[in-house]
């Protein structure tokens, strides 16, 4: 994970902090909307994803965007969330494509193919 943050930070110029939210906030979305096979794959591929989406659920904070972000709504609810915790419009599509790639890396286009495919609007950001 923290060769991941480490890519973030300089693509995004996101802190550490803010850019391990990030990631765990995309992976806590991929798990609940993604096709379940591949994300717990792709969970798997990368230590200390799972601890990083248990992070990005506590200590609140959010404000209106993260209570939109909570209450569902897709990829725009996504980047509600992220803005929440402060990650930029221009930031957010510069974060994916880092975490795509990474994830492609790690898990493989056979897991990441499904799980882009089966979200609409996400091919976007990635």
Known sequence: MEELIARVTQ???LDQATARKA???ILAYLQKEGPQ???SQLIAALPGAQDAID???SGGG???MGMVGAMGGGVMALGGQLMGAGVSM???QPLGKELFAYGREKAGEDVMGPI???IPGLSQFV
């Open 62 to 64: 959010g404000g209106l």
């Open 23 to 25: 990631i765990g906030i």
């Open 90 to 92: 221009g930031q957010m």
């Open 37 to 39: 096979n591949e994300v």
């Open 11 to 13: 693509k995004t110029g």
């Open 55 to 57: 992070q990005s659920k």
């Open 116 to 118: 882009v495919g089966s």
